[in-house]
């Protein structure tokens, strides 16, 4: 499974963006798939993922800001709203054919593919 993310950019704080992932293969559908993010000098932080049933989970330093969806393409998507600098980082896509836990308690470890990632910048 390859994933390809875009969307990042340059915003001023208080503005949006929206991400999106594209992946290689079909089968996603049956896979969990999540959106982390790291700061220069920090550890990889997950965000939110979608189980194959709908079913969402997000960190609470996104919550009520970010929302992860997917379309009938598998595309997935990570629309983010009010953004502030704290949220500058590189944001990955991620998949798993395991269900999705809580992403809270999930880490780098429980995603087997990843994208390149993109950079959004907030100013």
């Known amino acids: 499974v390859q994933l390809v993310e875009s969307g990042g950019g340059l915003v001023q704080a208080g503005g949006s963006l929206r991400l999106s992932c594209a992946a290689s293969?079909?089968?996603?559908?049956?896979?969990?798939m999540g959106w982390f993010r790291q700061a220069p000098g920090k550890e990889r932080e997950g965000l939110a993922s979608?189980?194959?049933?709908?079913?969402t989970s997000y960190a609470d330093s996104v919550k009520d800001r970010f929302t992860i969806s997917k379309d009938i393409k598998n595309i997935l998507y990570l629309q983010m709203n009010n953004l502030n600098p704290e949220d500058t980082a590189m944001y990955y896509c991620?998949?798993?054919?395991?269900?999705?836990?809580?992403?809270?308690?999930?880490?780098?470890?429980?995603?087997?593919?990843w994208g390149q990632g993109t950079q959004v910048t907030v100013s």
């Open positions: 991620a998949a798993d054919s395991l269900p999705c836990g809580p992403i809270r308690f999930q880490t780098s470890e429980d995603f087997g593919f």
């Open positions: 293969t079909t089968t996603v559908r049956y896979y969990c």
């Open positions: 979608i189980d194959t049933d709908g079913t």
